[in-house]
């Protein structure tokens, strides 16, 4: 009988096999040490300041923590956490539609890391959706007994929980594999286009209803941000925000982690690069174009030398265009790193364009506009908070699963 098999069939084995993986091989004293990191004394440290703050937000009410009110019930908090965040978490779906749908193979080595990424992305979107809600506990309610699906945001929430779901068991196969379940893993593989498909459609939907929600804002978002072309533009934008996270994160985990990466990640990285800035390249000006058809369609030419006006030029010229031309020159001269260049670049353009929508430009003409766009400090910290953590489950899971590389034992099986 293997070693694997006895552990299996043992309880204290089983559960002492699983603890040495748990701690990567290493013995409790080793495992210790390898936490005392200057990254890891700065993510405690936020977390413990962010400590008192979470107590009152949950024994004094939301009020306490955040600047909200009838005209503004949504702060920096959500258009971060929710409308920021998620077009980047929709990287998943791109990568694995590419992958495993239209046949793009040379993508296999990025897969588990879109997946991962958008897995724990919804789920930190749902995160900062409780930390919102009046009183989270009550989730269920409208979930499962009091349905409302006339209201998007009831929409909205459904893709969040499903796709949080379908993410999972995609990325359930890694799973198996780091459990030694070959069985499983197996059945696991077999449903894995099925759920592509299925999450591509609840994307699809999801990154559009965003916009959706502000269908019902006319005289309360700007007219240079509104327009009946929302969720196209939310769906577009999140195309290239999808495509430049994942050139953003391939990079930075060849770069730190790369004792966690095998060879055909680190061999395909270049090529994989220059091939997502050209989808971003395409989504880019696509939506430059629509965001200047917007103008065109409602007339809003006389807008523009306004204040606001050069704002919304500020973020279109400069946050879209910009970046798009610099991705396409990156393409020219065949340089992966000006792609990693522009895909940051073009992530604080969706950073940028979803707080003005959701904060910036909505009740733009309110007395108290300017004091509510500067967030109080408790939310602050909160959403570094949130971020922190966000990095720390993303790195564990990193060091533990056959993310970045395929473990030799499965080699070619997803």
Known sequence: MSNHAHAINSGSGYRSWLMNKLKMGMTWPDYAKSLATPFNLLAFAILAASAPVFAMRYTQGLSTVIDGSHEYPWGLLLSWGIFAGEPLFACGFLVATAYY???????RPMVRLGVVGGMLGYMFAASYLLIDLGRPWRLYFPMAINFGPSSILFVVAW??????????LEFS??????????RV??????????????????????QSAL????????????????SPNLP??????????????????????????????????????????????????VAMYAYFALKVLGVAQENN???????????????????????????????????????????????????????NVNLIAYNWFMPDHIHHITPPWTETIMIAAMVTLHVLVLRWLVNRFPILGEDPAYKGSH
């Open 101 to 107: 749908v239209f046949g793009f193979k040379e993508f």
């Open 211 to 226: 916009g959706a929600m502000y269908l019902i804002t006319p005289g309360k978002l700007h007219p240079l941000w509104y």
């Open 185 to 206: 893993h197996k059945w696991a593989v077999s449903g894995t286009v099925g759920l592509v498909v299925l999450g591509t459609i609840l994307t699809t939907i999801h």
């Open 301 to 355: 030419w006389a807008l523009l030398p306004t204040a606001y006006g050069k704002w919304f030029l500020v973020e279109v010229l400069g946050f879209v265009l910009a970046p798009a031309l610099l991705i396409t020159a990156a393409i020219r001269s065949n340089s992966s790193f000006a792609v990693q260049m522009g895909s940051i670049w073009a992530i604080a353009g969706i950073l940028l364009n979803r707080v």
């Open 232 to 281: 196209i533009y939310f769906l577009s934008s999140a195309i290239y925000a999808a495509a430049a996270f994942l050139v953003v994160m391939s990079g930075f985990f060849a770069k730190y982690f790369r004792n966690r990466c095998d060879e055909a990640f680190l061999a395909s990285l270049h090529s994989n690069t220059i091939m997502l800035g050209k989808v971003m390249v």
């Open 173 to 182: 196969p890694a799973i198996f594999e780091w459990l030694g379940s070959k």
């Open 159 to 168: 893709h969040v929980c499903l796709y949080v779901n379908v993410q999972l």
